[in-house]
T-cell receptor, first 109, second 116 residues
Framework: GQNIDQPTEMTATEGAIVQINCTYQ??????LFWYQQHAGEAPTFLSY??LDGLEEKGRFSSFLSRSKGYSYLLLKELQMKDSASYLC??????????WGAGTKLIIKP | GAVVSQHPSRVICKSGTSVKIECRSL??????MFWYRQFPKQSLMLMAT?????????EQGVEKDKFLINHASLTLSTLTVTSAHPEDSSFYIC????????????FGSGTRLTVV
């Protein structure tokens, strides 16, 4: 079956760095997405990785290793507004998005 | 660019009534629209995929007759929850591809449905 695992919850301090991991087992691979979702709101697109390596976008970076079925989202200089759920999603061979359950990130002052 | 407008944002209805949720792509053509449901503290659950001009494809366990999807044009897809019951209370979100995977999928703002 298809499976995406990510931690349920993480806590970090304002100004610090946090890494949210995602491992996946899917039928084929056509890219991995990270989304941010604030409570009661729709997800917003953060990043897309299809090749191995690190993609950097400002304070956020996303890494992919296809051979390991592994990705992480790195958030630097954490701000209180970064408190949200972070969803990892993989596009399988049928171009369907398979979603992880999300990681709730709690930022403390 | 690539905005999907979803409404209503919140709706409260009585058991047994039907509710229609609309999603419009404002500045692009959404050939395919995805409909998700999300329960509190859970991830997105794909309900169905709708393609313009054809019947929607429903995920296993989703009742076709209860969740009616219409995608009559390239800019409008609707989800109608028929004969709603309290267990249908949830957050419903639509999503569309903006063409290139590197740009991700854009989501509507979601509809919070409460059935009383």
């Amino acid at each position: 079956g298809q499976n995406i695992d990510q931690p349920t919850e993480m806590t970090a301090t304002e100004g610090a760095i946090v890494q949210i991991n995602c491992t996946y087992q899917t039928s084929g691979f056509n890219g991995l997405f990270w989304y941010q979702q604030h409570a009661g709101e729709a997800p917003t697109f953060l990043s897309y990785n299809v090749l191995d390596g690190l993609e950097e976008k400002g304070r956020f970076s996303s890494f992919l290793s296809r051979s390991k079925g592994y990705s992480y989202l790195l958030l630097k200089e954490l701000q209180m507004k970064d408190s949200a759920s972070y969803l990892c999603a993989v596009m399988d061979s049928n171009y369907q998005l398979i979603w992880g359950a999300g990681t709730k990130l709690i930022i403390k002052p | 660019g690539a905005v999907v407008s979803q409404h209503p944002s919140r709706v409260i209805c009585k058991s047994g009534t039907s509710v229609k949720i609309e999603c419009r792509s404002l500045d692009f053509q959404a050939t395919t629209m995805f409909w998700y449901r999300q329960f509190p503290k859970q991830s997105l659950m794909l309900m169905a995929t709708s393609n313009e001009g054809s019947k929607a494809t429903y995920e296993q366990g989703v009742e076709k007759d209860k969740f009616l999807i219409n995608h009559a044009s390239l800019t409008l897809s609707t989800l109608t929850v028929t004969s709603a019951h309290p267990e249908d209370s949830s957050f419903y979100i639509c999503s569309a591809s903006v063409g290139q995977p590197s740009r991700g999928y854009t989501f509507g703002s979601g509809t919070r449905l409460t059935v009383v």
